[in-house]
């Protein structure tokens, strides 16, 4: 059955504009197809922006992992050019574990574990320290002293008073032995306290049974 012909009105919606013309030849059931036909169409757009919303947070998700994947790389890296020997090095002193620059992470990772990584970090900030030209001392004697010897300092060093103010007067008129008091009294905390748990740290023993292990095939 037709319905019959009458006056076109304008509408936005091109369906919605021909289900209400009364004088157009189209048979009810077409126009349900048509109906049905622009709602999946909306239906289509809908997965498309779901897809591309999906597309972007993948994306993002990635690229925000990027770093980590790096420092992971880096790190076997590292363990890879390790020999046993390299590391049975490390048990002679703590001299010796910081000159090696794997052996600085692996004691760095360690202090991380016990929330003392302040110590190494202002050991190695010294040692920077005395490489530095000498028209930029006095920026980073600053930086140095703010940043780990000044009372409630981010990453605060543990010294006794005597070597915390001797320190801050060496740094206000800056030279490469500023900070080579507090330096030492780091070294010797890490050298009796840290340095031995470190050595019968897991993480120290199972890198040296594994490079030995590797050695052996």
């Known amino acids: 059955m037709f319905v019959a012909l009458g006056t076109i009105t304008s509408e936005v919606n091109p369906i919605l504009r021909l289900s209400n013309m009364p004088g157009l030849f189209f048979p009810h059931n077409h126009l349900s ?20 919303a999906f597309g972007a947070n993948l994306k993002s998700y990635l690229k925000s992992m990027v770093p980590h994947i790096e420092s992971s790389i880096k790190s076997n890296s590292r363990n890879m050019m390790l020999s046993a020997e390299d590391v049975m090095q490390w048990s002679q002193s703590l001299e010796k574990l910081l000159a090696s620059q794997s052996g ?18 202002f050991w190695l900030a010294c040692e920077d320290y005395k490489k530095t030209q ?7 004697a600053e930086k ?16 006794d008073h005597h070597t915390r ?24 905390l890490m050298e009796r306290d840290s340095y031995p748990r470190f050595l019968k740290s ?10 030995q292990v590797n050695s052996i095939k």
Request: proline fraction near 1%.
């Open 104 to 121: 600085q992470g692996a004691f760095r990772d360690f202090l991380k574990s016990e929330f003392s990584e302040e110590n190494i970090e």
């Open 134 to 140: 000498s028209d930029h001392l006095q920026d980073k």
């Open 33 to 52: 197809e048509l109906k049905e036909a622009d709602c999946k169409l909306a239906e289509g757009k809908g997965r498309k922006k779901k897809q591309n």
């Open 144 to 159: 140095i002293y703010e940043e780990f010897v000044q009372i409630d300092a981010a990453k605060q060093i543990n010294i």
């Open 165 to 188: 103010e001797t320190t801050a007067k060496k740094a206000q008129d800056p030279t490469f032995t500023s900070f080579d008091e507090a330096q030492k009294t780091v070294y010797v």
């Open 202 to 211: 897991k993480a120290y023993l199972n890198l040296l049974n594994k490079l």
